[in-house]
């Protein structure tokens, strides 16, 4: 399989890397507009070939989309990360013009490819990438609900942690659906276990609600930390995706896609659990949400709407 990354920034290059070590591709290409980053990255990459026994080749190229051409995959990571203090909605401006002119270059070289947008803000830029485009919904698909999921995991076993029992993300369950934001993203606290237990019947409300609120705000916290936004599990979380679908895994995972009537919801891509395969989407699981859980969906929703209604704006 050829999977090409957009972007070699600190996301791009460790998608790069993860899918190079894990070895399922035959070739990666990690394309940037800036000048021999993406050669260097890539270069460097290949030096850990021999030392982390991987086959996988790394190709580095400027703005050259050419060099894409037959990609099975496309994972899009282009545009300016978060500041510390910032949403990533504020994003909007500047990266839905950067989406749509990569989707333009991507898809004249590579037109059977499926593409996993990354960029932010996530959920919009996907709804942007899936219109311009006019792909089936199967092949436009956004990496958010993977990432939070794993952010959701680590921090109900720091809670897990904190109540005596010694967690490790890797024994967790948990999900997050909902838009890919610090203020709507949906931790799903009814369907979280530890090793089967429902989470519920081993921490109390208190530690719950720190959790789920650590993981609304994890990105933004490591941009604070950081200076910008984090790369490890971003980058990480597209190539489990990319994964996916290069060995055909049918695999649960949660993650932005076009709704037609899901969820009693149209025209709008958001945070699911999806079955991932070889065709990108293979199905949407309606998980059945009640109560508070189905209220901050439908604000999870809104929001969403309002974000896309700017789209027009930012292309101007």
């Given at each position: 399989?050829?999977?090409?990354i ?10 790069a890397n993860?899918i190079a ?5 035959s ?6 507009i800036k ?6 990255k890539a270069?460097d ?6 030392l982390?026994n ?9 703005n050259?989309?050419?060099?894409t051409?037959g990609s099975?995959?496309i994972?899009?990571?282009?545009g300016?990360p978060?500041k510390?203090?910032?949403t990533r909605?504020?994003l909007?401006g500047?990266?839905a ?7 333009d ?5 590579s037109?059977?490819?499926i593409f996993?947008i990354v960029?932010n803000?996530?959920?919009a830029?996907?709804y942007l ?8 919904r199967?092949?436009i698909?956004?990496?958010?609900g993977?990432l ?6 680590y ?5 897990l ?20 934001s610090?203020?709507?993203?949906v931790?799903l606290v009814?369907l979280a276990?530890?090793?089967?237990i429902p989470i519920t019947?081993?921490?109390?409300e ?6 789920v ?7 933004a916290?490591?941009?604070k ?6 790369w490890?599990a ?7 995706m990319?994964?996916a ?7 649960l995972i ?9 969820y ?6 958001i945070g699911v659990?999806v079955?991932?395969?070889k065709n ?7 998980v ?15 929001a969403?709407?309002?974000?896309n209604?700017k ?6």
């Amino acid at each position: 399989m050829k999977v090409t990354i957009v972007g070699a920034g600190n996301v791009g290059a460790t998608v790069a890397n993860v899918i190079a070590t894990k070895g399922f591709a035959s070739e990666v290409v990690l394309i940037d507009i800036k000048e021999g980053v993406s050669e260097g990255k890539a270069m460097d990459i290949m030096q850990t070939a021999q030392l982390l026994n991987f086959n996988t080749t790394v190709t580095g190229v400027t703005n050259d989309y050419s060099a894409t051409a037959g990609s099975q995959v496309i994972v899009i990571t282009s545009g300016i990360p978060r500041k510390p203090g910032m949403t990533r909605e504020q994003l909007i401006g500047t990266n839905a013009k950067i989406v749509k002119s990569v989707m333009d270059a991507a898809i004249e070289y590579s037109p059977d490819a499926i593409f996993i947008i990354v960029s932010n803000p996530m959920d919009a830029m996907t709804y942007l990438a899936l219109k311009n485009s006019g792909l089936p919904r199967n092949r436009i698909l956004g990496q958010g609900g993977m990432l939070d999921s794993s952010r959701f995991r680590y921090f109900l076993s720091k809670a897990l942690q904190k109540a005596g029992i010694n967690a490790t993300p890797t024994d967790i369950e948990g999900t997050v659906i909902g838009g890919h934001s610090d203020k709507t993203m949906v931790p799903l606290v009814s369907l979280a276990t530890y090793k089967g237990i429902p989470i519920t019947q081993l921490l109390s409300e208190e530690l719950i609600t720190e959790a789920v609120e650590q993981t609304k705000v994890g990105g933004a916290t490591l941009t604070k930390l950081l200076g910008t936004s984090a790369w490890y599990a971003p980058g990480a979380a597209a190539a489990a995706m990319v994964e996916a679908i290069a060995i055909d895994a049918n695999k649960l995972i949660p993650c932005c896609v076009y709704l037609d009537g899901e969820y009693g919801e149209k025209d709008l891509c958001i945070g699911v659990p999806v079955i991932l395969g070889k065709n990108g989407l293979e199905k949407i699981v309606e998980v059945k949400l009640e109560g508070a859980e189905k209220q901050k969906f439908d604000e999870s929703v809104a929001a969403a709407r309002d974000t896309n209604s700017k789209i027009g704006e930012a292309l101007q």
